[in-house]
């Protein structure tokens, strides 16, 4: 099966490509490395959650906007090669998580983004991660990812 079709089996819809809110572009590839911009959880350009974890924003609420958000990535990756079925690997996912004092819990909230890769591409999907805890996020997210794809 194709991870095209594979996206529809599990009852997703990829996002429109998302448009760059500032200067940069949403990927660009490197001989057979595409790397994806940092993606925030917007949905048609609008955060779907504001805040922090460990305050407004709970673990579960995180996880899901880790997946929104790596959602988004692949949309990136999507844009500059045409179809999914191009990557080859997902090398390395970062993912930065609004945290309020004493909030430690990053690399749960970054597992929404891992487990949905794993569910898409299998062993295709696993990657080395960081899940970093940050102060502020761009216009209050909770979660931004970005990533690193190996494609054909």
Do not use: W
């Not at 500032?22 to 925030?40: E, H, M, N, R």
């Amino acid at each position: 099966m194709s991870f095209e079709e594979r996206v529809k089996e599990l009852g997703l819809t990829m996002p429109e490509l998302p448009k760059p809110a500032f200067s940069y572009v949403p990927a660009v590839q490197v001989g057979k490395l595409v790397f994806a911009s940092g993606q925030t959880p917007t949905v048609a350009g609008k955060l779907t959650i504001q805040g922090k974890l460990g305050r407004e924003v709970s673990i579960e609420q995180g996880q899901e906007a880790a997946r929104q958000a790596v959602l988004n990535c692949l949309a990136e990756v999507r844009g500059l090669t045409g179809s999914l079925d191009a990557i080859v690997r997902i090398v390395k996912l970062n993912g930065y998580v609004a945290s309020a004092e004493g909030f430690t819990e990053q690399p749960r909230v970054i597992n929404g983004a891992s487990t949905l890769l794993e569910e898409i591409f299998g062993k295709t999907g696993k990657h080395a991660r960081a899940a970093l805890g940050v102060a502020e996020l761009p216009a209050g997210a909770p979660v931004e990812v970005e990533m690193v794809v190996e494609v054909r």
